[in-house]
């Protein structure tokens, strides 16, 4: 069964249908041990999840649990200790083009315009640019860019920065997208609008979308799923349906529903801010 991208209000029952669709990821019994000199370090424990194609799936954790490491694993960037990832019915074993990274900076190429870093990931696949051109110019229209496709960088703030990153992170068109607290390094008021424009690029594309984050209110606003990850090493606590409609909009995170399942999140937390 394949499940149709969203177009317009989605009902819960839709999240049910991506959450039960076809694992795109399926991240079995995953365990990670760094050796360092101080000895060795376990960052994630025999952790299992699976990601619906065409779902959105947050990962909340405390700091230090795992979550970039679960990403890096994912990526095919860094080989796990023990267990399996499995990406569209192929196993991970290194990087692949049906993945897209978004990280929590936006690591743009200074010396490139915003339409060559949209690019890179053209170039490193090895296919033709010339082919990607209004892609990339559809994907800058999409994140409110278009005007700034001959800019550098520097010439752009924080959030347009991440903006271009997160254009980058589509232009091969992965099935996957995995971001890292992107929008963590933002002001409060470019994180809601770019939270809004993540939805709205979603329900646009319809990719498989994981989403780290510390924020509650970023991760009930988003995902179909919420994932809490406990103290390193990162073990699976819990996993919390988020049964509201679609789009989300900014009365959403006033509304009773929303409160209630920040509320069912914060319970997995202590006063600080670590979770049990
Ligand atoms: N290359 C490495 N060598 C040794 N230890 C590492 C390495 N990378 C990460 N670690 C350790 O693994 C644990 C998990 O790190 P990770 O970066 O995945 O955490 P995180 O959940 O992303 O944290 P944060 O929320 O602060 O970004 C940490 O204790 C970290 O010190
Ligand atoms: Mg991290």
């Not at 960052?43 to 230090?64: I, K, N, Q, T, Y």
């Not at 200790?81 to 083009?97: A, D, E, I, K, W």
């Not at 509201?244 to 509304?255: D, H, I, K, N, S």
């Amino acid at each position: 069964m394949s499940v149709t991208p969203l177009r317009g209000t989605a009902a819960p029952a839709e999240a049910a249908a991506r959450r039960d669709a076809p694992a795109r990821l399926e991240i079995r019994d995953l365990s990670v041990v760094y050796a360092s000199r101080q000895g060795n370090v376990k960052a994630l424990d025999r952790l299992s999840l699976s990601v619906g194609d065409g779902e959105f799936v947050a990962v909340l954790g405390p700091s230090g649990c795992g979550k970039s490491t679960l990403l890096k694993i994912v990526s095919g960037l860094l080989r796990p200790s023990g267990g399996q990832v499995v990406l569209g019915g192929r196993p991970v074993v290194g990087p692949r083009p049906d993945v897209g990274i978004v990280f929590q900076q936006p690591t743009l190429l200074p010396w490139k315009t915003v339409l060559d870093n949209v690019l890179v990931p053209i170039r490193a696949l090895r296919r033709p640019v010339a082919e990607y051109q209004d892609k990339a110019m559809d994907l800058l229209r999409l994140t409110g860019l278009e005007r700034f496709a001959g800019h550098y960088p520097n010439e752009l703030s924080g959030g347009m920065q991440q903006r271009v990153a997160v254009a980058r992170g589509l232009i091969h068109d992965p099935a996957l997208l995995l971001m890292d607290e992107p929008f963590a390094a933002l002001d409060a008021m470019t994180r809601e609008r770019m939270t809004a424009e993540l939805q709205a690029i979603w329900m646009k594309t319809g990719k498989s979308v994981v989403f780290i984050t510390h924020s509650i209110p970023e991760a009930v606003f988003l995902a179909d799923r919420v994932v809490v990850l406990s103290e390193r090493p990162g073990r699976l606590l819990e996993t919390i349906e988020i049964d509201l409609p679609r789009p989300r909009r900014a009365q959403t995170l006033g509304e009773p529903r929303f409160a209630a399942l920040c509320n069912r999140l914060r319970a997995f937390f202590s006063v600080d801010g670590h979770a049990q």
